[in-house]
Every structure is written in structure tokens, then in C-alpha cells.
């Protein structure tokens, strides 16, 4: 039996919960000042006071002396593109000179430029870099991630996209929750008139083969003007609900389309992006228990406004906040910079976003019940701080204040 015994932390961040937390409830991190935490086998037994758990102190237990340090749940970044093959700097370059994204895209950039990129490399190229950026995200705290397809579109490649998120789950520490995106784009065999076509050949042709290999857990689809319309995304997602897959959105990223408001409507997990959800949508996914998944990261890249992170907090909301890493509009996998920029420019509190990337992020991923937070019978991830608050995330500007990582109850990263 492994045992670890985590003592004296400055503060041991519980984030406790076994559900999304809501409104108000996202500022209560449920914080034990001098806390320890006791894990067998990489699960938790025991949280307390420090004295409270000194008996654990024996010679078969590892201990890993906290003190000085803030130690919280391992982070979810629940939102996020991994596994994409080339890159698109001439891209970000045309947006300096001010071209658009919606016009870089109808010129043929965008998506489009990542699918043949990902479609010309081979498994084993996108699987090495795959684990690179996995190693740079483990950097930051974050234990599970989020990983879309999408950038095949066709059905061979966006199998090895899938393939490859199932098989990093063997070859690294970080869990990876697997979502097939394939209503990502439109191919350009289905443009002009053919979207419901390419919609019929996803639910008819792909999903029960995704299903039958267990190779994603989610199925997503990106709703926004000259991509999908609200009638498809009702349309997949209901299917996709049908045949037991759990359900996200790309949500009025671009204009306000109702993407927000069909995600209450379907009942997925989350919706994310959210820069211009109605008022209306943003009431509905509070009450329909929809999270509401921000992206401040690429709202700063594209220099958009931002989503009202405020407003969907106030109104009940469970919020949640991701990178969306990616190689066009997002290539960054700083989850701290996701959590500063959350905090300046959408208003929202530091202890809103700890939750918003524990107990929040798992639930968004619908692991809420086993990671998320420091709680007896979850998995034993954590995130020790080098610093002795939770306050020094956003205050330490760009950068990780992470100093040490463990994962089921074994180091994993160390500074």
C-alpha cells in the first residue's frame, strides 16, 4: 500500500464538493490554516489540522512537508484543442494588421489550416508533441484536461486524434477527458447547402464507431454564423445525448446566436466561449445547471470583449474557466494567465476562479464526484503552491507559482 501523508500546508484549499458550485458558493474554498491531507493508493482518507493527523506519521508513509505552502486540488483546465498537427504565427500576424478572424477564416485560414496539418501527420509525430504540451501544462498545476478533435473532419483522421487522447491517458501523468468535435467546421466538400449532410453523416457514420470504441466521453459542436446553426446543433447534440454521450457547445463565441440558450435547452454539461451570450442565455444555463466555461485567454488574444463573467456568477451560474489551447486563436497553455486575465477583465473574484478551476472545471468534464477537490474518497491530485496563499496565482503575473504537482498520490512535477 502506497501512503502519503501532506503536512503543515499554510493552507490547505479544500474547494470542498461533490457538485458545481453556483453563484455566491463559488467564494467558499473551505480553507484548513496549518492543514494536512493523508492518502492511501492515491486516494484521500483523511483532511484535518495537521496535529490532527500526525498519527499517520509512521515509518511506511511518505511524508511531504508542506510548510510555507499553499496546497490545492490539482487544476482542470476543461477546455482545450491538445492534439492539432502544424501552427498558424502568419495568422496571428494578419490579425496585428487588423484582418479579422471570420475573414481569415473565409479565406481559407482558420480550422481549415490546422485540419490539413493534422491530417498530414503521422500518429506518432502528433502523439510526441501531444505529450510536450502535456509536460508544459502539468507545469501549472493542472492535473485532468479536456481534449477535443476537431481538426481532422474527416473520419481517418479524426480517429487518430481520437486514438492518440486515449492512449496519452498510459503514457503520462495527466488524465485526459476526450471529446469528439467533428461538427468543428464544415468540410469544403459540404459547404454552401451541405451542412445537413455532414451533420447526418456524423450521427450516422462516426458517433456509433466513437461509441463503440469508448473514445470520447463528450460529444461538442461549434454554433456561431457561416459554421452551425442552432437547428444542428439540436439536432447532433439530441442524438448525441440519445446514444449516451455527455454534451458541451461552442456558444456565441463571435455573435450572439442562441448557442447559450440551446445548451439549457439540451442539457448539456457545459457551454464555453460565451463572449456574447443573451441575458437570457445566461439565465437559462443558471437554471438549467449548465456551466458556464469562460476563455479569457483567447478573448485577449483575439481582442474581443470579454464574456460577462460577472453577470453569469451573479445570476447563479456554476462558472468555470479553461485555456481553449489551440493553435489559431490560442496558443497558450498558461492556465494562470486564463486565471489572471478572469480576475482583472471579467470581474471576477480570486477565490470564484480557484473554484472555477477545481471543483468547477471537474464537474465541467463530469468528474466532479472524483477529482476537483480536496475531499475523503477522491483521487489525491494536488497543486502545492511555493507560496504560502491561493492569493499569489494571479499576483505572480504570466507565469506558474506551482512548485511541486502530485498525481494519485505520487510526485509528478517538482520545480
Sequence with gaps: MKKLLIKNASELVTCSGFTAKKGKEMMDLHIIENGAVYCEDGIIKEVGKTNDLLKY?????????????????????????????GYRADEFNWRLRGDSYMSIMERGGGII???????????EELTEIALKRLKSMLSYGVTTVEAKSGYGLDFDT?????????KLN???????????????????????????????????????????????DFVDIFVEKNVFSVEHGRKLLNKAKEMGFKTKIHADEMVSLGGSELAAEVGCTSADHLLHASDKGISDMAKAGVIATVLPCTAFNLKEDYARGRKM????CAL??????????????????????????????VEEAVTAITINGAAAVG??????????????????????????IPYHIGTSSVETVIKKGKIVFNR
Excluded at 515509518?59 to 482545450?80: M, W, Y
Excluded at 467546421?185 to 469508448?214: F, L, R
Design 113 to 123: 489550416n490546422s485540419v490539413t496539418s493534422t491530417h498530414e501527420a503521422s500518429e
Design 320 to 349: 468555470a474557466i479553461a485555456t481553449d489551447f489551440n493553435p489559431g486563436s490560442c496558443f497558450c497553455e498558461n492556465l494562470a494567465l486564463a486565471f489572471l486575465l478572469a480576475c482583472l477583465y471579467m470581474d471576477i473574484r
Design 367 to 392: 468528474r466532479e464526484k472524483t477529482i476537483g477537490s480536496i475531499d475523503i474518497g477522491k483521487q489525491a491530485d494536488f497543486a502545492v503552491l511555493e507560496f504560502p496563499s491561493y492569493k499569489y
Design 158 to 166: 479524426e480517429m487518430k486524434q481520437l486514438h492518440i487522447n486515449k
Design 313 to 316: 456568477i451573479d445570476e447563479g
Design 170 to 216: 498510459d503514457l503520462q501523468p495527466i488524465d485526459i477527458v476526450s471529446t469528439y468535435l467533428g461538427a468543428h467546421s464544415v468540410p469544403a466538400q459540404y459547404k454552401n447547402g451541405g451542412e445537413d449532410k455532414y451533420i447526418d453523416y456524423i450521427i450516422e457514420k462516426v458517433m456509433p464507431v466513437v461509441k463503440e470504441e469508448k473514445l470520447a
Design 57 to 85: 506519521e509512521t515509518t511506511d508513509c511518505e511524508i511531504f512537508d508542506a510548510k510555507g505552502k499553499a496546497v490545492l486540488p490539482g487544476f482542470v483546465d476543461s477546455h482545450t484543442h491538445l492534439t492539432f498537427g
